[in-house]
């Protein structure tokens, strides 16, 4: 019981560090979002549904950066 619930935290918090990180700090929260979905689908959430969108937004987190960097030829964001 005490697994599916830290497995279901994790789908959460996977979501929304993905989530968060298209707006600030993705090259950090991507892997972060990434791993925590990861874990939570091998452990076997009830939240697979959450754990798949956090680890698309993970995902896009560094397409986003990488984009940023193709466009302005720098590591980070400049506006």
Do not use: E, H, Y
């Not at 497995?7 to 990434?34: E, R």
Request: aromatic share 10%; no cysteine.
């Amino acid at each position: 019981m005490t697994a599916t619930k830290d497995a279901d935290g994790m789908a959460v918090a996977s979501f929304i560090l993905g989530l968060l990180g298209l707006l600030v700090l993705n090259v950090f929260l991507g892997p972060i979002a990434i791993a925590l979905a990861s874990a939570a689908l091998w452990r076997g959430t009830a939240r697979r549904g959450r754990a798949f969108l956090g680890l698309g937004l993970g995902i896009a987190d560094l397409l986003v950066l990488v984009a940023f960097m193709q466009f302005d030829s720098t590591v980070s964001w400049n506006f």
